[in-house]
């Protein structure tokens, strides 16, 4: 037979199953999406563009994964769904189509003090394998090379019947660890500064201990006095050694205080037990402030930091301890697993390599294994989870990404290309949520939401192939080519800020002088040491404000509205026309729901699985007493105020009887910084890195500091919105401002007066200035990454 008549016969008979090649959406309305419909190809790469808040996770997270995860969870059986999260259907009417999402989002990583970059990629665990098995001398399982397992050991006698008789045995049993017993496998120990503890000037009675929670009219009074190792009433400047020593240091024991058995315990062992076990970003503000007045961290002086115990550090192969090899740079310890010759672990070590080439090639080999987890940045550890998926052998499955290419250079958002070019290749259907025109370059389709964010979005704009949204109409179509223009003329600068001998991490013993009153941006490759030398030279200093992206401080009850301060003065106002306590209008005190106690959601946490939150029946998620509801200024209730954009907000309190000028004030900053879009009472653990940004930098305008520090201002910035944003930067250097950025945008290179630019590489390669001057003068240089780069852009 030919193979033409081959071929002929297969189309003839082609299968059902192949036929459903695409993801049906119909009558999607979670958050602002307007009832959309649209149609995505599987097995092909999608990117979904729109300015920010114009619905693009609504549809994509919200709606798309949300569903895919529900329904994965429905396959399990009915006993095992006891112990589950009732998952919310989105509010969609139809979703055909839907194949197993996987999402990599820019959610940070826990900051737990034992999590590192090699335990969450368990590229440490197959380290621990390979040192259990070569390492000289051997020292036991790879349970020995871990510094989250203690040493223990144990014997005593055995109870069991034999032959009818009850018999005792003695047994013993050892367990070899890796964890530093001083410090506990966390690398640092606390030192506590006790004059921030109590106050020597008076007694227990008078309370003189400072630390939050200890207050001597409830059961710790009861408990000190009962206890009997001090005099309450005497100063504790004039305790003796021993007295000292049993408030502070004593380990638990048991007392009877008016008949009752309780344990004693010094405040030291205690506070660490309460205090330190946690996250401090977790902790209450009040806590949170404590703990950074009175602890100070250093590297443990047993392990030097390296967490592991003395016999994980002096088992070697070839001279190389596990503690070496986890300190190495990720692109070092490639070549170094690669060089181990060994068939009896052939397989293993080809893994580990794998999972190390996985780090190079997404740009993170200038990481290495012990670095905390919790330091990574929002696109440090989206790229991390990434690298999980990038040797799996599924298929069919739809990745979903969050802004993949926050935090790369141009140089690598190449490479990141490559890569989810790579996962689509092999049979998966690729999701990407993106403003970067080098990453919409890319899409197979291309699905625009718009036309504005809220309320004014939630529409589909625009489906069809890159070249086809370039030539439509739309925002993000118009905004598509968009080059800025190098600067006809710079600023002068007004001084000089010197910088000398900065060695932090990776920079190489670097002077630098950063000049003051203009728009400086520092460039380089990720990991090229931008942040080192702000971090450790400029952040620190008097007069300098530093808004980066890290997580708002704040719980999951915080919003705009109560983290600009702009609440305060809308209760005051709210109680005043109405009469009554300013307390009744916050969902966090009186005129909380008394079902959900005002957090509007009721929250289903599971250890092993992804907490979950289910609008609270009781107030339909309004978070207060339908009795407050009662209560209007301007018409409208508390619950309406909070669910407003900052845009109606602004217009709302501006005149009229609902008029607020402290409120007005703090709105038209918001404004200012492209946040009109964000709904005033919107969880703050909902806002992105770029939001979280703009949210502070809102803030932070108000304040006297002359220099400004920002880490990666347009991320999450739709091209349209990052004109207005260098316009913000301009009226602030034009307000007598020194204003220092870290960007990759190549807009916002092209608009500075000056720039300064790390590398050439990324870790060890990079940690040098390898070029200062004006853009004009960098685009003319071109000896630099970001030289090309930026050349490029401007058409020189």
Known sequence: MSTSTDSDTQQATAHLADSHDLIRVRGARVNNLKDISLEIPKRRLTVFTGVSGSGKSSLVFGTIAAESQRMINETYSAFVQGFMPTLARPDVDVLEGLTTAILVDQERMGANPRSTVGTVTDANAMLRIVFSRLASPHIGSPQAYSFNVPSVSGAGAVTMEKG????????????TGGMCARCEGRGSVTDFDLTALFDAEKSLSEGALTVPGYSMDGWYGRIFAGSGYFDMDKKIGKFTKQELEDLLYREPTKIKVEGINL???????????????????????????????????????????????????????????????????ISDLAVWVRSLDEPAVAPLLEALGETLDSFVDIGLGYLSLERPSGTLSGGEAQRTKMIRHLGSSLTDVTYVFDEPTIGLHPHDIARMNELLLQLRDKGNTVLVVEHKPEAIAIADHVVDLGPRAGSLGGEVMFEGTVEGLRASDTLTGRHLDDRARLKDSTRKPAGKLEIRGADMNNLKNVDVDVPLGLLTVLTGVAGSGKSSLIRGSVSGLDDVVTIDQGAIKGSRRSNPATYTGMLEP??????????????????????????????????TDLGMMAGVANPCEECGGKRFDALVLEYKLGGKDISEVLAMSVAEAEEFFAAGESRIPAAHKILSRMLDVGLGYLSIGQPLTTLSGGERQRLKLAIHMGESGGIYVLDEPTTGLHLADVQQLMGLLDKLVDSGKSV?????????????????????????????????????????????????????????
């Not at 007045?293 to 070697?316: D, I, K, Y």
């Not at 109680?575 to 009721?602: D, M, R």
């Open 740 to 796: 220092i950025v870290i960007e990759h945008h190549q807009a916002v290179m092209a608009h500075a007066d000056w720039i300064i630019d790390l590398g050439p590489g990324a870790g060890h390669d990079g940690g040098n200035i390898v070029f200062q001057g004006t853009p004009a003068q960098l685009v003319a240089d071109r000896s630099t990454l970001t030289g090309q780069h930026l050349a490029a852009y401007v058409g020189a």
């Open 164 to 175: 009818g008789k009850k018999v005792k045995e003695r047994r013993s049993f050892s367990i």
């Open 263 to 329: 344990t004693y315990e010094g405040l030291i062992p205690k506070m660490q037990k309460s205090f330190l076990a946690k996250d401090v970003d977790a902790m209450q503000p009040h806590i949170r402030a404590f703990v950074e007045r009175a602890v100070t961290f250093t590297a443990c002086p047993e392990c030097g930091g390296t967490r592991l115990a003395e016999h994980a550090r002096n088992s070697r192969i070839d001279g190389v301890s596990i503690a070496d090899a986890c300190a190495m740079q």
């Open 570 to 603: 809308i209760r005051k106002a709210f109680a005043k026309a109405n009469g009554v306590k300013p307390a009744l209008f916050s969902a966090n005190s009186e005129g909380a729901c008394p079902t959900c106690n005002g957090a509007g959601v009721i929250y």
